[in-house]
């Protein structure tokens, strides 16, 4: 793999002290690192290969990497870079006006190209009633699906755990006695294990998986506990440690060495040494423990039963640490941000309680109409769902702790439907913070939609369907550029087809943009990655343009070598674009074979409007474009 990052007005190279430290870092096969221009801060971007010992190549998984620093050579701490991968015409890369116009037009979703790789992405992933985990990209606007990915299980699953590379998601399957290992790449079903009557999975480490299983009997009595799955050997059957009768919840301590599983049917929770794979204590609780939460603050689990009794275990004691009375029916239990507080919600008692892990003491009582029965948390907020109604109460984080305080909350619709409305309940959350740290995403089963609460607002932002699937558990898939040691920033992704382009990198607080040219070479192994960009062809629309009323259009993608046509493309879709440039969409194809796609829009007011077909994947920009007058 040879590639560059250039400079179009002059390049000047960060401190090589710097760039050692960032190849070292992440392995880098060869870069190149620069300083920017903008209020003194330095910017260094490197390619590697994922794994670290394969050549970045057109096809391939690599790390984008940038170090910021700056003019003293101190890393530039917590900002939040924004980075796409963009194609230009051998020769033709953007000089700096050019770049800060396109990183602008990235930035404000103006861009008429979609980007090759986009390093800013997150899904919203939903565990549906129907045996699917569903992909829905936030971002697409009206008239096009905004479900980009779909897999499908052999059972309807009760709780999930995503891997922390986020390339594996572990599902599990308990009328199958099966946990599926779902590749987050193409959303295909990669291996499937049995663990019997699993219901519930936490990950503890790197490529170890917990998952509470039953052996498959008629008994009550039968052999239940928790089953040590090592995702990094596929031929290996889970290691079973039976813990007394279930069922069981899970959790890992902050160093990832023990495990905590509680046993419903015999009052106890068991610790676990996960690296001996044994039981090292077994610790009584109260009637039919229910719920667990590890505080890494207080080093210490804590252990929610039926009865109302919550039970403090620590890492060496057969005894429990504390016994603190609180409201029966107790289903939910999470630590707030930080790992100071526990907060436990009761549908039964219709309290919210708090609890400070520094005094072991319950310090908050706080009523709640509409069955309390799900916590979920942003940077600076507490969601809590009522099941019986539609409402999320919502009080900021801050007022959390103060002795005999009652916050002040709002309540917040969601939908018109009770939330708790499901045919079956997940064990997996229902809530999920949007990565910004200002919203929350809620499911409602029984809409079949999932919402968005931006939080300032009275009511939520906006909804997204699941497409008559029932979503049972929402969570987020977070593929942007994160901070993975002081001042490097990281994210992972597929290399698009051999070619030219530019990594763009956009920065707000200071403000910079800035441009690397990049090179990426055909894979030694040939493919269809080393394959040139597709040609559109017979682009064709079916039916009348009429404002609210979907429009067909079909077209072909053949290859400009040989003309032969090229199918299962899974990302070609066509844009529409009103002129003078508003109400953008894009909508998915669907491979008709023989090159051959047919993708559907509608658009909701008369006018004007582009329609492109783009690809990202092959390194198809939008081409082919027509204008389509569509009436009122």
Sequence with gaps: MSHRAERRNGASLVAAFALLQLAAAIDVVAA???????????????????????????????????????????????????????????????????????????????????????????????????????????????????????????????????????????????????????????????????????????????????????????????????????????????????????????????????????????????????????????????????????????????????????????????????????????????????????????????????????TDRIVQHIALTGEPDAIGFSDHVVYIRHRASEFVEIFPLDQIGSEGRTPSAISVGVGQLALGAVSSAARADVMAPVPDGDGMVIASPGERAIYYYHEGMAVPSGSFSTYGREPRAVRILDRRLREVEPGVYRATAALPRAGSYDVVLYLDAPRIEQCFELRIDRDSAGGEAAAATPLVTDLVLSGSPRAGSPLALQFRLVDPLTGAPISGVRDARVLSYAIPGRSAARSQ????????????????????????????????????????????
């Excluded at 910017?43 to 394969?54: E, K, T, Y």
């Excluded at 090159?595 to 939008?622: C, D, I, K």
Aim: glycine share 10%.
């Design 32 to 358: 190149r690192a620069e300083q920017a221009e903008a209020s003194g801060i330095r910017i260094g971007f490197a390619l590697s290969g994922v794994p670290s010992q394969a050549a970045p190549a057109a096809g391939r998984d690599a790390g984008f990497a940038f170090t910021l620093t700056t003019a003293n050579d101190a890393p530039l701490r917590g900002a939040k870079p924004a980075a796409w991968l963009v194609p230009h015409p051998p020769g033709a890369g953007l000089d700096q006006r050019q770049c800060r116009r396109v990183a602008a037009a990235l930035v404000r979703g103006t861009s008429l190209a979609a980007p090759a790789v986009d390093l800013n992405t997150f899904y919203i992933l939903t565990l549906g009633g129907d045996a699917s985990v569903s992909v829905i990209d936030p971002r697409i606007g009206f008239g096009g699906s905004r479900l980009i990915g779909l897999a499908t299980l052999e059972a309807n699953a009760t709780d999930w755990a995503l891997t922390p590379d986020q390339a594996v998601l572990a599902v599990a399957e308990p009328s199958i006695g099966q946990v599926a290992l779902i590749d987050t790449g193409d959303w295909s079903i990669k291996r499937r294990i049995a663990v019997a009557g699993v219901e519930r999975l936490s990950l503890a480490r790197d490529g170890l998986l917990l998952a509470s299983y039953r052996a498959a009997s008629a008994d009550r009595d039968a052999e239940s506990g928790i089953a040590l799955v090592d995702l990094t050997a596929a031929a290996q059957a889970p290691l079973l440690i039976a813990t007394g009768a279930g069922p069981h919840d899970i959790v890992v301590d902050a160093e990832g060495r023990l495990g905590f599983a509680t046993n419903a049917g015999a009052d106890t929770v068991s610790v676990i040494d996960l690296a001996a794979a044994r039981i090292v204590r077994t610790v009584p609780t109260g009637h039919r423990p229910v719920a667990l939460a590890y505080s890494a603050l207080a080093r210490r689990a804590y252990v929610a039963a039926e009865d109302g009794s919550i039970t403090v275990v620590g890492a060496d004691s057969s005894a429990p640490l504390a016994t603190i009375a609180g409201p029966r029916g107790t289903t939910a239990l999470r630590l707030a941000p930080g790992g100071r507080f526990l907060l436990a919600a009761s549908p039964q008692a219709g309290q919210l309680v708090v609890l400070d892990t520094a």
């Design 589 to 632: 194809a669907l491979s008709l074979g023989d090159g051959g796609y047919r993708a559907e829009m509608t658009v909701p007011e008369a006018g004007n409007y582009y329609v492109f077909v783009e690809a990202p994947s092959v390194a198809l920009a939008p081409a082919a474009g027509r204008i389509v007058a569509v009436a009122p």
